[in-house]
């Protein structure tokens, strides 16, 4: 017989299940276990008369064990679980589990740093599975909105021959007769397909920076979902589609999973509303001061700072009732060379923040060879740079872009840290498992 999901078992019928064993009652006369998989939880209930053949399977099972099942459904009003349970008429053991090394005192909570070097266990809890499907649906929601736009999937080389972008951060490899470099981004291959007339493209993929840190949103490899687009008027335009695409996917999520996710995590999936509101970075600050005292230095304000970032979560709520902002108005030393920049030096892109925390940079890119080639040179990177210069000596359209960072999504969602909101963690000092 071929194993069926839980969640597509048929009532009246013999069934075939198979999952993890949650828990394990096994008594004198009767035996009741909770077996999970992926898609939910079903109670089988062995009567041991019944099945004498079954006393040394039984006996050998252990939490985590994995077991396959056979046996009719019944609905029950007895049984607390989803109101059914399986009469098994036969039990396979795949799999005898050791015992859980990660189990916490009750009322505890194993520290992070064990639960990561056990990720595999720390991954079964129903958290975890929420959570990670709820990512799967995100992503594949904003894949989805971007085809419906028009949009090519792109995967661009994660090994390159320069130090991308600003020359810091990177990982360096051993790569044949010469040194390699691991991606920071996609973005020059971004624009390199503008200039390919591509027009519109995607990409979802691995992105490092070799940067120590601590904090709770970094990491040194994650998932970024990048784009970029082609004959737009200004960064306005890349703002609009970032707002659409986000709001169309967390109503994809909330549609789908908000009541579970509100059962599970205590949250709203909160679908936004269109348009995001916008300030300008000085107006930001000039707020911050007027309404909650928080002053910074002058030399500061082309940037915005740690403790103003995690403070626009309350400003955006009190003026505008809003999740997201858009930050406009930051200064040329802050942005990339390869930003725009308008008639009076000023960047043309923007950050956005979801509850006090940054989830993009975006911006028009310059497209214009020798424009492009000055700002690299003011920020000393033309050497570096010169297989990217050479995309927009032959002809490019305007063009602008932004990338979210997959994980750190997950991570606000859930109000999770980004150890816990990554499938695996990689930082300074976890290179396992």
């Known amino acids: 017989m071929k194993r069926v999901n839980i969640k597509n078992i048929t009532l009246g019928e ?34 041991k008369a019944k099945h004498p053949e079954m006393e040394e399977v039984l006996a050998s099972i252990t939490p985590d064990s994995v077991i396959e099942a056979e046996g009719v459904i019944m609905a029950s009003e007895y049984v607390k679980l989803n109101g059914m349970e ?26 992070i740093d064990m639960r990561l070097d056990y990720r595999w266990i720390d991954l079964r809890t129903d958290k975890n599975t929420l959570m990670f499907k709820t990512q799967s649906l995100f992503v594949n929601s904003c894949r989805e909105f971007l085809n419906k736009n028009d949009f090519i999937e792109i995967h661009s080389p994660k090994l390159i021959g320069t130090e991308s972008e600003s ?58 979902l990048d784009l970029e687009f082609s004959y737009i008027e200004s960064y306005k335009d890349v703002m609009k589609m970032e707002e659409e695409m986000l709001a169309y996917a967390l109503k994809c999520v909330k549609e789908k999973y908000g009541e579970e996710i509100k059962k599970v995590f205590d949250i709203d999936v909160v679908v936004p509303t269109l348009p995001f509101p916008v300030m300008d970075l000085h107006d930001v600050y000039d707020e911050l001061e007027k309404r909650y005292g928080y002053k910074v230095p002058e030399e500061e304000k082309g940037d915005l700072t740690t403790e103003g970032e995690r403070m626009v979560e309350k400003l955006s709520m009190d003026m505008f009732g809003h999740e997201f902002l858009f930050i406009t108005g930051y200064s040329k030393e802050t942005r990339a060379f390869y930003h725009m920049r308008d008639e009076h030096g000023v960047p043309c892109g923007y950050d956005l923040i979801w509850k006090g925390c940054e989830i993009t940079t975006g911006a028009q890119r310059e497209h214009r060879y020798d424009i492009l080639k000055k700002q690299a040179e003011e920020k000393g990177l033309v050497n570096d740079v010169k297989f990217y210069l050479d995309f927009f000596k032959y002809g490019c359209p305007p063009h602008g872009g932004f990338g979210i960072g997959v994980d750190r999504i997950t991570m606000i969602l859930f109000n999770e840290g980004i150890k816990d909101a990554m499938f695996i963690f990689r930082g300074p000092d976890r290179l396992n498992p």
């Open 14 to 47: 013999v069934n075939k299940v198979a999952g993890f064993v949650e828990n394990i009652r096994n008594k004198k006369s009767m035996c009741f276990i909770v077996l999970k998989d992926v898609s939910g939880k079903l109670q089988l209930t062995i009567e």
């Open 86 to 111: 399986m009469y098994p008429d036969s039990i396979k053991v795949d799999s005898i589990a050791a015992p859980n090394p990660i189990v916490a005192p009750k009322g505890e909570e194993t520290n």
């Open 167 to 224: 020359g810091a951060g990177v990982f360096k490899v051993d790569y044949f007769d010469r040194n390699a470099f691991l991606a920071q981004s996609p973005q020059f291959y971004k624009q390199m397909a503008m200039a390919s007339g591509f027009e519109r493209i995607y990409e979802t993929g691995p992105v490092f920076r070799a940067e120590k840190f601590a904090s709770r949103k970094h990491a040194t490899e994650f998932t970024g």
